[in-house]
């Protein structure tokens, strides 16, 4: 996604460094640049009592790798700072310092050590935002418009809208993503009065540029520089091939091409990952019954006879999330269900979320 103008352009042109003239476009109206809530930070909510809260720390000095330093002389930077309950290595850039309490963690942000070290501190957005995707929102509204309409039982800290690239140009979608602060997504948001579901973002799977693998960025690669386009050791921009091989597959495409079965099998099962860890999080979640109105059948014995009789369900009758967490077949049904609803823009109606979900079980 990017936030670029809403096509009111002003078009000039420039002389190239081959010495031609080219037109060029500059945006004089920003209304699909992401929108931020003005003044908004991170932080943990004061009243949070449970778990460890991660701060993350990078140097804002690119060339020097915190996480490469001895930890033993990182420690001097952290001797006047209360709370601290653990630190850790994430990679040769970061670092983690995790607190026992939330307020201890707030504060390290405005640390006076992070200005004499030339630190840089924030609290990770998995830790206390979440984002969703909202379908159908008319085209000519711009974010801030949109963030001053939205009515949501949620704080909304910030609002993007999706955008493709057609023939050099950004078109605007009428699907956008709204940043939630807190540690789940409502179900809905009102927009002028009008109810939205509201769907889980999963986002994009993440291509190296440099050795095009997958699952980490090109700032963090030590891999040698592959071209997408022939899979040789230089960057594409100098490539003079005319012959393209996936790296990946070998393939007669791009190696940043979808259609390269490698990166579509690797999509599918990030999605279904996500759409996981999801359904595993909503049951760690799930109430659970009390237990006076729990009887877990174990079997009941005619005294008489010894013989076992078969067991009624009744409507008190204990409902097991393990049994359908521990059944493969319905779980990889659930999720292909939800990878599909995900995939469709059109509205399902209950019947046909239904319907679908009876055929990936019956497959």
Not at 25 to 48: A, H, W
Not at 173 to 185: E, P
Not at 303 to 318: A, F, G
């Amino acid at each position: 996604m990017q936030g670029e103008s809403d096509g009111d352009e002003e078009e000039r042109s420039v002389k190239s460094i081959s010495g031609k003239k080219r037109k060029i476009t500059t945006p004089t109206i920003d209304k699909y640049k992401t929108y931020t809530k003005n003044g908004y930070t991170r932080q943990y909510p004061d009243n949070s009592s449970n778990g460890d809260f991660v701060v993350y720390l990078e140097h804002l000095d690119r060339e020097i790798k915190l996480g490469n330093m001895n930890p033993l002389n990182l420690s001097k930077y952290f001797k006047n700072i209360k709370g601290v309950h653990e630190r850790a290595r994430i990679n040769s850039n970061k670092i983690k310092i995790s607190f026992k309490q939330a307020a201890l963690a707030n504060d390290f942000l405005k640390s006076r050590c992070l200005l004499e070290h030339n630190l840089r501190a924030y609290i990770p957005a998995s830790s206390v935002e979440r984002v969703g995707v909202i379908r159908y929102i008319p085209k000519e509204i711009g974010n801030k418009e949109l963030f001053e309409k939205i009515c949501c039982d949620r704080d909304v800290v910030g609002i993007r809208r999706f955008m493709k690239r057609e023939k050099g140009n950004l078109i605007p979608l009428s699907t956008i993503s709204i940043t939630f602060s807190g540690t789940s997504l409502p179900e809905y948001i009102l927009l002028d009065g009008w109810r939205y579901k509201v769907h889980t973002y999963i986002p994009p799977l993440l291509q190296c540029f440099k050795c095009l693998k997958f699952n980490h960025s090109a700032k963090i690669c030590r891999s040698e520089q592959v071209c997408s386009k022939c899979s040789e050791n230089h960057s594409y921009k100098d490539c003079s091939s005319e012959t393209l091989k996936c790296t990946n597959c070998s393939g007669n495409h791009l190696a940043i091409s979808k259609d390269c079965p490698i990166k579509a099998a690797r999509i599918l099962k990030h999605r279904q990952s996500y759409a996981m860890a999801t359904i595993n999080k909503d049951f760690v979640n799930f109430p659970a019954l009390p237990k006076s109105s729990i009887q877990k059948y174990t079997g009941k014995v005619d005294s008489n006879k010894n013989i076992e009789l078969p067991h009624v369900p009744t409507k008190t009758d204990n409902f097991n999330i393990s049994d359908i967490v521990n059944n493969t077949k319905v779980m990889n049904s659930i999720i292909k269900t939800l990878v599909a609803l995900g995939n469709s823009e059109s509205i399902k109606t209950t019947s046909h979320i239904k319907e679908i979900f009876i055929k990936n079980l019956s497959e």
